[in-house]
């Protein structure tokens, strides 16, 4: 079966595929609401250090993550060529710093493997599983991870 696919098959999720430095995520396609090309963001004081700062999308508030600081993988340097997932979590809708958007798969539960015990804690709770695609490994995010109801829980 193909991975990507026009016609979603009875128990199969969307999931966009991005970068960050060598490495592929993804999320579930349903909680993205727009791909924006990047912006800088005016920094918040007092922000957590993964949040790069807010821009202005159409007149709403948008907080910017730097996803690359929030997985512990070092601050993102962003260019033109960056995008911002404008995604959908819990009640807040926030946009994830990505390198680019490199796919759209459709998949089914059996796709995704689990976390190998190998990986840290913090692995273990942001990666809801690992996707092995064409000789590819895509880690797939938990985005509530990303905004725990309290700071405390991040760490």
């Not at 991005?18 to 579930?28: A, K, P």
């Not at 490199?102 to 190998?116: A, K, R």
């Not at 996707?131 to 109801?149: N, Q, T, V």
Request: some cysteine; hydrophobic content about 45%.
């Amino acid at each position: 079966m193909s991975y990507a696919v026009k016609n979603l098959v009875q128990g199969s999720q969307e999931l966009i595929a991005f970068r960050i430095g060598d490495q592929e995520f993804c999320v579930n396609i349903m909680s993205v609401r727009e791909i924006r090309g990047w912006t800088p963001a005016t920094p918040m004081p007092h922000a957590p250090a993964y949040v790069m700062g807010i821009v202005n999308l159409r007149g709403a508030v948008l907080p910017i993550v730097d996803l690359s600081a929030r997985l512990g993988m070092g601050e993102a340097e962003p260019t033109p060529r960056y995008v911002i997932i404008v995604a959908h979590m819990r009640e807040r809708v926030v946009g994830l710093l990505v390198e680019a958007v490199s796919d759209i798969l459709t998949i089914t539960d059996e796709n995704i493997q689990p976390v190998p015990e190998v990986s840290s804690d913090l692995e273990r709770q942001c990666a809801r599983g690992i996707l092995a695609i064409d000789k590819r490994m895509i880690c797939l995010i938990d985005l509530d991870w990303l905004f725990p109801e309290k700071e405390s829980e991040a760490a």
